[in-house]
């Protein structure tokens, strides 16, 4: 190899540089630890634009909506770049991808926010890292190391503490809705990890939201003729974005990371998403920022970093 063929970046990061054009390239690692982190900042902000649609839309119709928009956006892809039907062996897994993250974690979650905050219900949210390596383990047979083992914990406890300790730690009907979208997510999260290392990360999704549309299409029609339906300027503003940001790009480019470094190191970088998503709160909905957020912010950015750079 000649020396313009490679190159270290000042921060450590190696990267590959073309010989034609000796243009630095990040290394596939760098690259799907980006991709993940632009899929945790796209779902940091579900629970707030939830919490506007709710403003407009009831549980049932935000969901059922949100879900038909981005099964259309995705069909539409899948239309244009004429992607075939995928293979039979992949089709059990995409059905639970659809039911984990395009059914399951969106309609729990939707229904937890009616009656608890963003900040509680980003309890959810700092658990799932952990659980998410856990289904991982058991279903693709990872073995992270005990260092990472350790270190996933103690930030999934520090979020954990932080979200009980700011609910008051009373446990509500919103607590059972938030503990199955937890379980529901880490399932399909798991799925659609593997399942990006055979196919695109966009047809995933893409495909486990078209399966959807014809539970989905019945279901906004009869929920819109039930519920009724306010068009407001945060209303739709926080459908688009569960539709397109949260349900369909935020997946895209999740899976894709998710498939260049790995389902565990992954989903550690979830456990910046509930501080997050507190940010975005204080922004767009007025709630306060405490110093036990910045302290646990600080703890976690630190958990983060040990998890990335442990092996195994």
Partial sequence: MRAHDSATAPTGIAVNTSP?????????????????????????????A??????????????AVRTVLAALLAGGCLLALRVPLPDRRHRAGLVVVAAGVVLGFPLLTTLALRTSTTAHAAVVVGLLPLTTALFSALRMGTRPSRTFWAAALVGAAAVAAFTVRQSGGALTAADLYLFGALLACAAGYTEGGRLARV??????????????????????????????????????????WVAAGSQFLGLVVWYRGMAAIGVPKASQLQLAQPLLTLVWSVLLLGEQLTTAALLTAAAVLVCIAVTQRTRG
């Fill in 199 to 240: 196919m695109p990360g966009w047809q995933v999704i893409g495909w486990a939201l078209v399966l959807c549309l014809p539970l989905t299409v019945p279901g906004a029609l009869v929920a819109l003729s039930y519920e009724p339906v306010e068009l407001t300027a945060h209303s739709v503003t926080g459908l688009l």
């Fill in 20 to 48: 034609a054009s000796g243009i630095p390239r990040r290394s596939p690692r760098a690259a799907g630890t980006l991709l993940a982190a632009l899929g945790v900042i796209a779902f940091s902000l579900t629970f707030p």
């Fill in 50 to 63: 939830t919490a506007w649609g709710l403003e407009g839309f009831g549980p049932w119709s935000l969901v």
